[in-house]
């Protein structure tokens, strides 16, 4: 499957296919098919996508710019694993970056037509909790906070959060199991969403801070409790 995605690249300009080689990639790893700590050469990952190991090396340089992966000359690509002290500052960053988004898209005032795909997102988080289904619910809330950064207006706040977020995905399905069924999750995002709506900048800001808050503190000590150091 992965090797038909990238074969329609062979032919495109090399940066196209170094993007298109590092995204599967990345996609490999966050959801743990890369294992973190894992290493591999360049032409062993070349052979698992089907194509040329220059991708792969182009590819390796734009996911250590994301702080995936370590490029080891002569020792190939090391999958980098995370730790409870990267997560803790990684959400620090969240915390006072995802609310700053949310504030600028309530104070957009978007007309709700525009807020469609939010709600779309809000409405499968709730069906899949309803269902008691954490995969599908996890996959909503995470087009649930691309979206909310997006309506935010500003791509560099995009960027910068997209690259924290690729960061914490992995942890977030490892511990997937491991935390209660997310309502009050589920409830933060639906007053979010209405502040938004109803271009509230302050209160969207207030709600997204308070549930990122949140979020820091049930991951660390979900991790604390199962004794995961290094993930």
Known sequence: MNSSKVKSAEAEKPVSQAARVAAILQG??????LPPGSNYLEAELGE???????????????????????????HGIRVLPLTIAD???IYDILIELEPLAAFKAAEMAYPEKELRGLDESLTQMESALLQEDRK???????????????????????????????????????????????????ENHRALYDAIRNAEPERARDLHHEHRVKAKALLISLLEQNNLSRF
Do not use: K
């Open 28 to 33: 490999m790893i966050t959801n743990n098919e």
């Open 87 to 89: 997560m803790v500052e």
């Open 136 to 186: 599908e619910w996890a996959a909503a809330d995470d087009r649930f906070h691309q979206g909310l950064v997006s309506l935010s207006g500003s791509r560099r706040l995009e960027e910068v959060i997209a690259m924290y977020s690729t960061q914490v995905h992995r942890v977030r399905l490892l511990t997937l199991y491991m935390r209660p069924l997310p309502h009050a999750s589920n």
């Open 48 to 74: 698992m996508l089907s194509v040329s190991r220059t991708p792969i090396r182009e590819a390796a340089v734009i996911l250590a710019s994301r702080g995936l992966v370590e490029i080891r000359p002569r």
